[in-house]
C-alpha cells in the first residue's frame, strides 16, 4: 500500500463483506488524508485509547479526520449501525480556517452508530453529526460515551442538521474551543428539526470560547447529571436563539426541554470573545422562539458574574430547586444599553422566569450591602 489510509480502506472492504471487524493493533498509525468509512454493521476497534494511536498527519483544511458515508465515496445511507472504540486520534491541525477546516475527528452521517471509549483532541471538532453535501443526510441514534473529548479548536460534540434521538453519556470533555456539547438544528441544504438528543452523566470544563452545554433550538431534549466546571470565558450552561434555523418553534409542549441535576462551578464571564457578558445559566432570546424550558435541581457555585441570566421575554422558563451559593464574586458591573449592572445572582430583563424553590448565599457585599 502507499499509505496507512490506503490499507484502512482495503481492511475495512474486507470487514464489511466477511468478518464485519476491523481490527487496529497497538502501534501508530500516521493517515495523510480524510478517512472515508462506510459500513454495514461493522466494528473498527483498537487495542485501547493508550495503546492504538491514529495521527493525521496534514495541517491543512479538509486533510484529515473520518468521515462517516460522504457521498465522494459512496452511496448515500450506507454507513450505518457501526461501533467505533478503542483508540486514541490525534493530527497536525493547526486552524480553523475561519470555521472552515471540515477536520473533524467524527463528521458527517453514522446512523444508528455506537462511538465509545476513545480519546479524540487536536482536531477542529470532535464530533460532528450531520451533513453539508447539498441533500440533508439525517443521524439518528447516535451514541458518544465514556469518550474522552479534549483540546479541540471547535465543539467537543455537535449535533447538528436533523440528528436526532443521539446521546452523550459519560464522556470527560475539556479544553476545546467552541460549545462542549450542543444540539444546534441550523437548516442548510433544508435539514429538519432536531429532537430528543440527551446529554447525561459528562464532565465539561475548561472551555475557551463557548457555552459548557449549549441548546439552540429543537425539542425533547434531555441534560441531565452534568458537572460543568471552570467555563471562564463562556456559559456554563447556554441557551439563545442567535443563529439561523428553526430554533425552538417546534418546542411547543411547557416542559418540552428539561435540564436536570446539573452542577455548574466557576463559570460565566464579564466579556466573551464578543464582548458580552454571560451568567452560569444564560438564557438570552436574541430573534425568533425560544420558550418552554424546564431546570429541575439546578445548582451554581462561584459564579464570577451572574449566576442566572434570563434575557429579552422568553417564554415560560421555569427553574425548580435551584441553589445559587456564590454569585457576583468578582466585584465588578457590566453594562446592559446603558444602564450599570452590578453582578449579582439572577438578572431578569424584560423576562418573567419562575423560581419555585430557591436558596442563594454567598452573593458579594456589594450587591447585598451588609453581607
Keep these: 500500500y502507499n499509505s496507512w489510509l490506503d490499507a484502512f480502506n482495503e481492511a475495512l472492504k474486507v470487514a464489511d463483506k466477511s468478518s464485519k471487524v476491523l481490527y487496529i493493533p497497538k502501534g501508530t498509525y500516521e493517515l495523510d488524508g480524510i478517512w472515508r468509512v462506510y459500513g454495514d454493521q461493522v466494528r473498527i476497534q483498537g487495542a485501547g485509547m493508550w495503546y492504538t494511536n491514529i495521527k493525521f498527519t496534514s495541517t491543512k483544511d479538509f486533510g484529515g479526520g473520518i468521515s462517516g458515508g460522504h457521498p465522494d465515496h459512496g452511496p448515500d445511507g450506507y454507513c450505518k449501525d457501526m461501533e467505533v472504540c478503542d483508540f486514541y486520534m490525534t493530527s497536525n491541525l493547526r486552524s480553523r480556517y475561519r470555521q472552515m477546516a471540515v477536520y473533524k475527528a467524527f463528521m458527517d452521517v453514522w446512523d444508528n452508530s455506537y462511538f465509545h471509549d476513545l480519546w479524540v483532541e487536536h482536531h477542529e471538532c470532535g464530533f460532528w453529526f450531520g451533513d453539508y453535501n447539498g441533500k440533508a443526510d439525517y443521524c439518528n441514534n447516535v451514541v458518544v460515551a465514556n469518550c474522552r473529548i479534549r483540546n479541540n479548536f471547535a465543539d467537543g460534540v455537535n449535533f447538528c442538521q436533523g440528528t436526532s434521538n443521539a446521546v452523550v453519556y459519560n464522556c470527560n470533555v475539556r479544553g476545546n474551543g467552541d460549545d462542549g456539547l450542543a444540539t444546534w438544528n441550523q437548516d442548510a441544504c433544508g435539514a429538519r428539526d432536531l429532537h430528543d438528543n440527551i446529554f447525561a452523566y459528562n464532565t465539561v ?70 464582548g458580552n457578558d454571560l451568567a452560569a445559566v444564560d438564557v438570552h432570546k436574541t430573534g425568533g422562539s425560544l420558550q418552554n424550558i424546564m431546570f429541575y435541581n439546578t445548582e451554581i457555585y462561584d459564579a464570577p458574574c451572574f449566576g442566572i441570566t434570563v434575557l429579552n421575554d422568553p417564554d415560560n422558563i421555569k427553574f425548580i430547586n435551584t441553589k445559587i451559593l456564590g454569585a457576583g464574586l468578582t466585584g465588578m458591573s457590566t453594562s446592559y444599553s446603558t444602564t450599570p449592572v452590578t453582578f449579582c445572582a439572577i438578572r431578569a430583563d424584560q423576562a418573567t422566569p419562575i423560581f419555585d424553590g430557591l436558596e442563594i448565599g454567598n452573593v458579594h457585599k456589594d450587591v447585598l450591602g451588609n453581607n
Excluded: Q
Design 205 to 274: 470544563e475548561l472551555g475557551w470560547r463557548a457555552g459548557g452545554i449549549a441548546v439552540y433550538g429543537g425539542t425533547g431534549h434531555h441534560i441531565y447529571n452534568n458537572f460543568v466546571t471552570d467555563m471562564a470565558l463562556a456559559a456554563g450552561i447556554h441557551l439563545n436563539s442567535t443563529f439561523p434555523g428553526t430554533k425552538f418553534n417546534a418546542n411547543n409542549k411547557p416542559d418540552g426541554i428539561k435540564f436536570e441535576n446539573n452542577t455548574i462551578v466557576r463559570s460565566g464571564t464579564n466579556c466573551d470573545i464578543f
